[in-house]
């Protein structure tokens, strides 16, 4: 991730690292607990022990921290979708029965170990710019993928709407589930996991 805080050659401080990792956890922590609009960088700095004007040594707002701080955590399911094959001729099932490739599983095994933390980043409350990331991040993974793995060579920018469509889709899915809008008595964790994969896996190949 590009740095964008104020102080560009701080990183290659230790001391410097270790107050922008107390501020990162902070962040994400006070993410969890309560609505982003409320959390403020004094409470970032009081969470994470330091005084309000090293917070913004660091970062240059409170936007700017929450993306530095969950770009690990975006980076889980990027690194996913890169492992994801998106056709047939990649040996992965097509049938309606089949599987989901275990990528995508674990993707929401991914998610649904931070639906905290998507639930407020994706919900109305949460961070445009971290969606407007996700989104890009994701499309030019799934991009990646399909100029690899598309066969017919079509139009480039064919592969690129089909890519910004999945993309779109797939972060639509993760902050509805997140916010916990498609749970059901019924489901454990696991099968959730198992039928959002599916459904995905659905949509990638134009089933759903």
Same mark, same amino acid.
Request: charged share 25%.
């Given at each position: 991730?590009?740095?964008?805080?104020?102080?560009?050659?701080?990183?290659?401080?230790?001391?410097?690292?270790?107050?922008?990792?107390?501020?990162?956890?902070?962040?994400?922590? =006070?993410?969890?607990?309560?609505?982003?609009?409320?959390?403020?960088?004094?409470?970032?700095?009081?969470?994470? #022990?330091?005084?309000?004007?090293?917070?913004?040594?660091?970062?240059?707002?409170?936007?700017? =921290?929450?993306?530095?701080?969950?770009?690990?955590?975006?980076?889980?399911?990027?690194?996913?979708?890169?492992?994801?094959?998106?056709?047939?001729?990649?040996?992965?099932?097509?049938?309606?029965?089949?599987?989901?490739?275990?990528?995508?599983?674990?993707?929401?095994?991914?998610?649904?170990?931070?639906?905290?933390?998507?639930?407020?980043?994706?919900? #109305?409350?949460?961070?445009?710019?971290?969606?407007?990331?996700?989104?890009?991040?994701?499309?030019?993974?799934?991009? #990646?993928?399909?100029?690899?793995?598309?066969?017919?060579?079509?139009? #480039?920018?064919?592969?690129?709407?089909?890519?910004?469509?999945?993309?779109?889709?797939?972060?639509? =899915?993760?902050?509805?589930?997140?916010?916990?809008?498609?749970?059901?008595?019924?489901?454990?964790?696991?099968?959730?996991?198992?039928?959002?994969?599916?459904?995905?896996?659905?949509?990638?190949?134009?089933?759903?």
């Amino acid at each position: 991730m590009q740095n964008t805080s104020n102080t560009r050659g701080a990183s290659r401080d230790p001391r410097a690292r270790r107050t922008r990792a107390q501020l990162r956890r902070a962040v994400l922590d =006070l993410s969890t607990e309560r609505d982003l609009d409320t959390v403020t960088m004094a409470d970032i700095a009081e969470r994470a #022990e330091v005084n309000r004007a090293t917070v913004y040594l660091h970062y240059k707002d409170r936007e700017d =921290l929450l993306l530095d701080a969950t770009d690990s955590t975006m980076s889980g399911i990027v690194d996913a979708v890169r492992a994801c094959r998106l056709t047939a001729a990649a040996g992965l099932p097509t049938g309606e029965s089949d599987p989901a490739p275990g990528h995508l599983v674990k993707l929401f095994t991914h998610v649904d170990r931070h639906r905290a933390l998507y639930g407020r980043m994706l919900g #109305e409350d949460g961070s445009p710019r971290f969606i407007a990331r996700l989104q890009r991040r994701l499309a030019q993974a799934w991009y #990646e993928q399909l100029t690899a793995t598309d066969t017919e060579n079509p139009a #480039e920018g064919d592969l690129l709407a089909r890519a910004h469509y999945v993309s779109g889709g797939l972060v639509a =899915l993760i902050s509805r589930w997140a916010q916990g809008e498609f749970d059901t008595d019924k489901d454990s964790a696991d099968a959730a996991v198992q039928r959002l994969s599916h459904l995905t896996w659905s949509m990638i190949q134009g089933r759903a």
